[in-house]
């Protein structure tokens, strides 16, 4: 027979923090951790980054399918790839948790290890935090980062004749949320991980910076719609090449297959059912989100740092209605472009 779990509600804030606070990672530029009032971190460039992001139950993940430390993962790296991405060392995480009073202790403790293996590879430490009862989780991070001397490498830097450039993956984590979707988790397991942690490359964005980068994001909301905001910043066209989007190809388009309950060819065999899935997963590529691939642009003659493979050119601003925007193999992308916080 089972043990009944420890929940939330049978502890005091007190206590449950004596079980987190142990959890947490550390690093040298904290000079006061949590515990009292506020934090004391070092900034040795004398400037920092800093960004915020949230996950909500049943908005961004669900229990049902995501651990504690799923979520702990997920929640740390959705920040560590904001920062990364300008350039920066993540040095500092604050993490608010909002929680119902039967959310059981060991769901908690999981949260915090997945922080805690997510930051410490890159020297990140959380050193505080909140937290409050609510009717579902929700959890908060503000993260800091160091740009350790470098210039912050904005989305508004793309220039004409620039290499566009990506380091992880596309499509994945988008897939295995549809295998959740459908209960069909046992299709493949390495898509239905890409999604609940995506590890993306996040050591590369300091790289690029160290490279020349002239303009960096981390791709959050899916390629189509984050290479339009670095497009519309900069004043440029983002052309990309769909063959080099993902060395993925097949393994999405299986995924799609098995889903649409047929081989590749769809259920009935038929050539548009074969289209279809093919459709399927090249919009896994597109318009997925939270794969938090680097999308970066570089001069002409850079040498691209490790991890990074070129995808496309930027491209001036033509006469002939094309604004500044995207492009998919020298069309522009008329596809839906992405998540949207109060459409999806």
């Known amino acids: 027979m089972s043990e009944t779990p420890l929940l939330v509600r049978d502890v005091p804030e007190e206590a449950l923090l004596a079980r987190i606070f142990p959890l947490l990672p550390t690093a040298p530029t904290t000079l006061v951790g949590p515990g009292d009032d506020c934090a004391v971190v070092a900034a040795p460039d004398g400037r920092y980054v800093v960004s915020t992001d949230v996950l909500v139950e049943d908005r961004h993940f669900r229990r049902r399918w995501s651990s504690g430390y799923d979520v702990g993962w997920r929640a740390a790296v959705q920040n560590l790839a904001d920062v990364v991405s300008m350039g920066a060392r993540p040095a500092a995480l604050v993490v608010s948790l909002v929680m119902p009073g039967d959310l059981p202790v060991d769901w908690v403790t999981g949260l915090a290890r997945g922080l805690a293996d997510a930051c410490t590879p890159l020297g990140a430490a959380v050193v505080g935090g909140d937290l409050s009862g609510g009717d579902q989780v929700v959890v908060a991070v503000t993260v800091h980062g160091d740009l350790e001397g470098r210039a ?17 993956s596309l499509g994945r984590s988008a897939a295995g949320l549809a295998l959740l979707d459908a209960d069909r988790a046992d299709l493949d ?23 020349g980068a002239t303009a960096m994001m981390d791709v959050s909301d899916g390629l189509l719609r984050d290479a339009g905001r670095m497009a519309r910043a900069s004043g440029v066209l983002v052309d990309l090449e769909l063959a080099a989007l993902t060395t993925d190809r097949d393994r999405l388009r299986a995924a799609a297959a098995a889903l649409d309950g047929g081989s590749g060819h769809g259920a009935s065999g038929d050539g548009d059912a074969g289209a279809d899935v093919a459709d399927r997963a090249e919009g ?50 008329h596809r839906a472009t992405g998540w949207d916080h109060f459409r999806a």
């Open 189 to 211: 397991d390495a898509l239905v991980v890409a999604h609940l942690r995506p590890d993306p490359p996040l050591a590369a964005g300091p790289a690029a910076a160290d490279a």
């Open 284 to 333: 896994w590529v597109l318009s997925g989100g939270e794969d938090h691939a680097l999308l970066a642009t570089f001069p002409a003659d850079a040498d691209l740092p490790d991890g990074f493979r070129a995808i496309g050119r930027v491209r001036t601003v033509d006469g002939d209605g094309d604004g500044a925007g995207v492009r998919v193999d020298g069309r522009l992308a």
């Open 152 to 168: 912050p490498v904005l989305r508004s830097g793309a220039r004409p004749g620039d290499v566009v450039a990506l380091a992880g």
